[in-house]
């Protein structure tokens, strides 16, 4: 059975609490404790969570439910994919990061790229759901999508299309609203279109404080390990570090990204006496300590930043660097 986190609840209980509506009695209503709101990384079935949506439209007959819920989740998100642009080079990079990111709601949302001629899409699926279930996920998803676009460049990113898989309501103006671009509706997927351009946008990050911020990140790694301070060390890290929410970061894509061959790599780490897996385990432990004292990063967030595709084998590994649970670390 596919399932969401509860962190996703988040939004919703947000705008429940601006539309005046009381969530409580609305969560029991679809078998859903409102107290895991407490434990954001508990899984809950996705069907309650879609029965949620629908009984919150019902009470509140506010259509434009999705697009809000959309607004609440780009603010929710914000955080995490700043902390993304800050280990991307370019935006094209931090583009690429955004399908791994998906997770961090649950296992039924797929998202993916796809290039088409001179465009490429964001495009999301949600799997084993019927259609008639896609309206206020789809406004939701596409809203804080289309937000997060727009604001991690210098200049506007606005699509040239968008799709959704619904049928066209009667009133459309509050999407035009939302996405200033044309509308397609009953499509076979619900996505976001864009011209190849925008990939190479600058960035906003590139003129704000966040670079100072990898560097003094940085600084404290190297303050707890015996790694000289030289170009090797600072180039390895920083690309271990930029690879890691991808998923795949192995000896040959790191290598690649030093324009050096695998065994060079290799070699270079082992006349520093260590090994690649060891020193991919520090890069994640040094961050996982450093994600921990944020608030703004759910344990799953942190979990996916970290290259990991679920709480728990995150979990499994911070044990086994420091002891004890990353929720028991945080705690303390």
């Known amino acids: 059975m596919s399932f969401v986190y509860a962190g996703s609840l988040m939004a919703l209980a947000k705008v429940a609490d601006a ?23 508990t ?31 780009y603010l929710e998100s914000f955080h995490l994919y700043m902390s993304l642009a800050s280990a991307s080079n370019t935006f094209r990079d931090w583009i690429n ?18 290039r088409k001629g001179e465009h ?23 809203t804080s999508s289309v937000m997060l676009m727009d604001g991690f460049c ?26 200033r671009a044309p509308l397609h509706f009953d499509q076979p997927t619900s996505g976001l279109h864009y011209h190849k351009s ?11 404080s966040v670079y100072d911020n990898v560097k003094e990140e940085l600084e404290e790694f190297l303050s707890f390990t015996s790694w000289a301070r030289d170009s090797f060390t600072t180039n390895l890290y920083t690309v271990i570090r930029r690879q890691l929410p991808t998923g795949n970061c192995t000896v ?30 520090q890069v994640r432990s040094s961050l996982a300590v450093k994600y921990l004292q944020d608030q703004n990063f759910s344990i799953i967030n942190i979990a996916l930043l970290l290259g990991y595709g679920d709480p728990t084998s995150f979990s499994a590994a911070f044990k086994t660097w420091h002891g004890c649970s990353p929720r028991e670390y945080r705690n303390k």
Request: glycine share 4%; hydrophobic share 40%.
């Open 154 to 179: 210098v200049l506007p990113v606005r699509p040239v299309r968008v799709d959704f898989t619904y049928p066209q309501p009667s009133d459309t103006k509050a999407l035009q609203d939302v996405f």
């Open 97 to 114: 990061l955004i399908p791994g990111m998906t997770p961090a709601m649950g296992d039924f949302i797929q998202s993916s790229i796809k």
């Open 252 to 281: 040959k894509s790191v290598a690649t990204a030093l324009n050096m061959s695998s065994r060079t790599l290799q070699l270079r780490l082992k006349e520093r006496d260590t090994q690649f897996r060891y020193f991919v385990q």
């Open 120 to 142: 490429f899409i964001l495009q999301m699926d949600f799997e084993g759901l019927a259609k008639s279930k896609h309206c206020l996920l789809t406004d939701s998803f596409l």
């Open 19 to 41: 539309l005046e509506l009381a969530l409580e009695p609305v969560a029991e209503k679809v078998g859903i404790d409102i107290d895991v709101l407490n434990t954001p990384d």
């Open 198 to 208: 925008v990939l190479d946008l600058p960035q906003l990050h590139v003129s704000t």
């Open 43 to 73: 899984t809950i079935p996705a069907e309650k969570y879609l029965h949620l949506h629908e009984e919150i439209l019902q009470q509140t007959g506010n259509t434009e439910l999705g697009l809000l819920i959309g607004r609440i989740n």
